[in-house]
């Protein structure tokens, strides 16, 4: 069983940047993507961004140029880099694992960070 715990969310002002990290415990396996979703008051839950075992890496639109994701596998750790905040980014951020075990899909979801950014 994989447990994800997230840490480095927090009250920023608008223009500044926040990183948030992701520690995985317990074993994954090798072909996984970790990422970064957020859920904003009254919004569905979306994905900011993600990266494969590979390295390969995918963004929203709306993070594009601002945020960078990134993984240190020997620590089972996913970061996410947020610089020039937006009040409009204002969310619940939670990490996600999904490892491939066969033939399905195992997903692992934190229990979710605040980041607030103030105008």
């Known amino acids: 069983q994989v447990q994800l715990v997230e840490s480095g969310g927090g009250l920023v002002q608008a223009g500044k940047s926040l990183r948030l990290s992701c520690a995985a415990s317990?074993?994954?396996?090798?072909?996984?993507?970790m990422g970064w979703y957020r859920q904003a008051p009254g919004k569905q839950r979306e994905l900011v961004a993600d990266?494969?075992?590979?390295?390969?890496?995918n963004y929203a639109d709306s993070v594009k140029g601002r945020f960078t994701i990134s993984r240190d596998n020997a620590k089972n750790t996913v970061y996410l880099q947020m610089n020039y905040l937006k009040p409009e980014d204002t969310a619940v951020y939670y990490c996600?694992?999904?490892?491939?075990?066969?033939?399905?899909?195992?997903?692992?979801w934190g229990q979710g960070t605040q980041v607030t950014v103030s105008s």
């Open positions: 996600h694992v999904r490892e491939l075990t066969g033939i399905w899909w195992n997903n692992y």
């Open positions: 317990g074993s994954i396996r090798s072909i996984n993507v």
């Open positions: 990266i494969t075992s590979g390295g390969s890496t």
